[in-house]
T-cell receptor, first 110, second 115 residues
Framework: GESVGLHLPTLSVQEGDNSIINCAYSNSASDYFIWYKQESGKGPQFIIDIRSNMDKRQGQRVTVLLNKTVKHLSLQIAATQPGDSAVYFCAERRRDKVIFGPGTSLSVIP | NAGVTQTPKFQVLKTGQSMTLQCAQDMNHEYMSWYRQDPGMGLRLIHYSVGAGITDQGEVPNGYNVSRSTTEDFPLRLLSAAPSQTSVYFC??????????????FGNGTRLTVT
């Protein structure tokens, strides 16, 4: 389920299922988008990125989709594992600034 | 390589005290930045620097100063701490010689409490 307000949106998935984390970005001038994963007590870690002239990019078990028409970004994680439990942030780059979204907490149920 | 190193890991200050959060990177990155992270609000950009001698404001610069005298170091100064500055602070750096494919590398953060 999801919760909003001061609490992060939460996504719970069964181990082995696919996860989809969504993000709306705000500025049509942003030219580069990045997904980060943050585990408890650590700084965010880079997962995958995509340029604004692309609509899809795949990595190992992860895919990022970009829809510039509706300013929407998604992260798909295939065969979700317990180690994928973390907070996921999308970020957009506008010239020299990298601006982060509020994050989504992914919880993997063994 | 150590990557991005932040010190201290934890700090408690009284209102009105000053302190400097240290950040150093050994990747020869031109770009460095500071973020604060508060519950439910993601990371917000405080200040950033595109190279030695150059700094600029981010989304939430008030109450913070920065300087960039070397490529490696980017300290963040709180001149008069306030309880609203209680947060986790992250320093990050990236290459700027390529327009794309230059994600930020983060340190492990400094948890600051102002009482």
């Amino acid at each position: 389920g999801e919760s909003v307000g001061l609490h992060l949106p939460t996504l719970s998935v069964q181990e082995g299922d696919n996860s989809i984390i969504n993000c709306a970005y705000s500025n049509s001038a942003s030219d580069y988008f990045i997904w980060y994963k943050q585990e408890s007590g650590k700084g965010p870690q880079f997962i995958i990125d995509i340029r604004s002239n692309m609509d899809k990019r795949q990595g190992q078990r992860v895919t990022v989709l970009l829809n510039k028409t509706v300013k929407h970004l998604s992260l798909q994680i295939a065969a979700t594992q317990p180690g994928d439990s973390a907070v996921y942030f999308c970020a957009e780059r506008r010239r020299d600034k990298v601006i982060f979204g509020p994050g989504t907490s992914l919880s993997v149920i063994p | 390589n150590a990557g991005v190193t932040q010190t201290p890991k934890f700090q408690v200050l009284k209102t009105g005290q000053s302190m400097t959060l240290q950040c150093a990177q050994d990747m020869n990155h031109e770009y460095m930045s500071w973020y604060r992270q508060d519950p439910g609000m993601g990371l917000r950009l405080i200040h950033y620097s595109v190279g030695a001698g150059i700094t600029d404001q981010g989304e939430v610069p008030n109450g913070y100063n920065v300087s960039r005298s070397t490529t490696e170091d980017f300290p963040l100064r709180l001149l008069s701490a306030a309880p609203s500055q209680t947060s986790v602070y992250f320093c990050a750096s990236r290459q700027t010689d390529s327009l794309y494919n230059s994600p930020l590398h983060f340190g492990n953060g400094t948890r600051l409490t102002v009482t």
